[in-house]
C-alpha cells in the first residue's frame, strides 16, 4: 500500500475515546431498553452510518466493525454496487408475491444455482427458514423417494449448533439459553458431538433422512471440524443415501476464504443453506440449493412465503451472486484471513489462549482468568473496534471482507493493547 493511501487510512481510525456518551446516545438506549424486548444485551454503542468496514455513532465516534452483522454484511456497509441494484430495483417494483412471476426472480434462481454447482433454489427470507424449509424437504424426500414409513424420518444434528431461533430449531439446540422454557419440542432429531464421524455412523438408521451440519460452527465459537470430519459425512450419507445437509448460513459466500466453507473440505452436500451476506446486508434474503432430485419434491402449496423470492430481494441476491462469481471476495478474504490469523497467533499466551477459524473469521478464546469476553469487547468498543462475545470467553472478528489490510492490522494491535492493560491492572 502507498503511503497516502496509509496515512489516509489512519486519519479515519482517530477514535475520540475520551468524549462521554452524549444525551442523545443515553435517550436512545434507554427508549430502546423500554419498549423492545429484552432478547438482546447490545453494547452501549448506536450505529448511526457505516461506510464500508466502518461505523459512527450517533455522537461521531467512528468504529471497526469486526462483527460485519454476523456475517451479513461480508460485501461492507453501503457497498455501492449493492446499493446501486437495490436503489434500481426499488424504482421499478418491489413486492409481488409468488402468485404471479417477476422478472428478477428468474435471473437470481438461476445465477445462484450456476454459483453453486446444483439445480434450483428455493428462495426465502431469514436463515432460520432456509434451514425449517431444509428440513421440510429432507422429511418429504425421505417419505417421497427414500421410502421412510410415515411419521418416522429422524435427522442428525450437531451438538453446539446455531441454525436459528424458531421452536423446531431450538428444539434441537443444546443451548439452555436457547431452548428451556420454549417446550413442547419438535421431535425427529438426534444429536451427535460435532466433528465425531464414528458418532454420528453409529447414530443413523434406515430411516435417518438428512445430516444437518454447519461446516463451521459460528455461534459456537468459529469451531473449525477435523479435517476429515467432512468428507466422512459426505461418505456416510452417500452409503446410506441420506441427504447432507450444509448450514452455510454464516460460513458460506466468502468469508472462509472460499464461496462456501465446504470447499475448504473439498465436500459438496446435497443442499446448501444460505442467508446472511445473500441479502448484501439491505435486505433479508435466504435460500436453500440442491439438486432437482432433492428440491424437486416440494409441489405447488406444500411450502411458501410472502416475501420469499420478491423482486427486491433477487435483484440484490442477483448483485451479490455476481460479486462472488468474480471471484474476488473469496480471494480477498483468504489473503486478508492469513493476515488477521498470523497477527492473532502472536496474543496466543498473552491472554489469549487459542485461536480458531478460517479466512477472515476468527473465533479467539480470552483466557477466562484476565476477563470476560464481554469485557473484553466493552474495552475494544472504548478503542473504537465492535466485536461480538460467545459462550463466556470467547471472542469472534469478522470484520467486512472490503476492510483495508491497515486496519486490520490495528483492530488486532487494539485487542493486544486491551488484553497488555487487563493483564497489568
Ligand atoms: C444466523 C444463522 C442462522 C439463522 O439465521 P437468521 O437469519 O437469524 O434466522 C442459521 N444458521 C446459522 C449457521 C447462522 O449463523
Redesign the pocket.
Known amino acids: 500500500m502507498s503511503e497516502t493511501v496509509a496515512r489516509e487510512t489512519a486519519a479515519h481510525r482517530i477514535h475520540p475515546v475520551t468524549v462521554a456518551p452524549s444525551e442523545r446516545q443515553t435517550e436512545a438506549i434507554a427508549q430502546e431498553e423500554e419498549h423492545a424486548a429484552h432478547n438482546y444485551h447490545p453494547l452501549p454503542v448506536v450505529v448511526a452510518e457505516g461506510q464500508g468496514a466502518w461505523v459512527t455513532d450517533i455522537d461521531g465516534r467512528r468504529y471497526l466493525d469486526c462483527l460485519a452483522a ?3 454484511v461480508n460485501f461492507g456497509h453501503s457497498n455501492p454496487v449493492l446499493l446501486d441494484a437495490a436503489r434500481a430495483q426499488l424504482d421499478r417494483i418491489t413486492l409481488t408475491s409468488r402468485a404471479f412471476h417477476n422478472d428478477q426472480l428468474g435471473p437470481f434462481v438461476a445465477e445462484l444455482a450456476q454459483l453453486a454447482g446444483k439445480d434450483m433454489v428455493l428462495p426465502m ?7 425449517e424449509s431444509a428440513i421440510k424437504v429432507a422429511r418429504a424426500w425421505g417419505y417421497r423417494v427414500k421410502g421412510v414409513p410415515d411419521g418416522a424420518a429422524n435427522i442428525i444434528v450437531m451438538a453446539g ?6 421452536t423446531t ?1 431450538v428444539s434441537f439446540s443444546d443451548d439452555p439459553d436457547a431452548r428451556d422454557d420454549f417446550g413442547p419440542y419438535t421431535p425427529g432429531f438426534r444429536t451427535v458431538p460435532y466433528g465425531d464421524a464414528a458418532a454420528l455412523a453409529a447414530a443413523v438408521d434406515e430411516d435417518t433422512v438428512a445430516v444437518l451440519v ?1 461446516p463451521i ?3 459456537a465459537g468459529i469451531v473449525v471440524p477435523p479435517p476429515d470430519f467432512l468428507p466422512a459425512v459426505r461418505a456416510l450419507c452417500d452409503e446410506r443415501r441420506i441427504l447432507f445437509i450444509a ?5 458460506g459466500l466468502g468469508r472462509t476464504g472460499a464461496t462456501f466453507a465446504c470447499d475448504l473440505a473439498g465436500v459438496v452436500p446435497d443442499l446448501y ?1 444460505l ?2 451476506a445473500l441479502g448484501g446486508g439491505i435486505v ?1 434474503v ?1 435460500a436453500v440449493v440442491g439438486d432437482r432430485d432433492v428440491l424437486g419434491v416440494l409441489r405447488p402449496g406444500e411450502h411458501g412465503s410472502t416475501f420469499g423470492g420478491n423482486p427486491l430481494a433477487a435483484a440484490v441476491g442477483r448483485a451479490v451472486v455476481a460479486l462472488l462469481a468474480t471471484g474476488e471476495p473469496q480471494e480477498r478474504a483468504e489473503l486478508l484471513g492469513r493476515r488477521l490469523h498470523a497477527g492473532l497467533e502472536r496474543l496466543i499466551g498473552h491472554g489469549v489462549l487459542a485461536v480458531r477459524g478460517a479466512g477472515l473469521w476468527a473465533g479467539i478464546d480470552i483466557d477466562p482468568d484476565l476477563a470476560t469476553g464481554r469485557e473484553v469487547c466493552e474495552l475494544l468498543m472504548e478503542r473504537g473496534v465492535l466485536a461480538k462475545d460467545t459462550h463466556g470467553s470467547t471472542i469472534r472478528l469478522a470484520p467486512p471482507i472490503v476492510v483495508d489490510p491497515a486496519d486490520l492490522d490495528w483492530a488486532v494491535e487494539q485487542l493486544e493493547v486491551v488484553l497488555l492493560d487487563l493483564s497489568g491492572r
Open positions: 454476523y456475517s451479513a427470507n431469514t436463515g432460520a427458514e432456509a434451514v449448533n446455531f441454525h436459528g431461533r424458531t430449531i454447519e460452527q459460528g455461534e448450514d452455510e448460513i454464516q460460513s443453506l442467508g446472511k433479508p435466504s
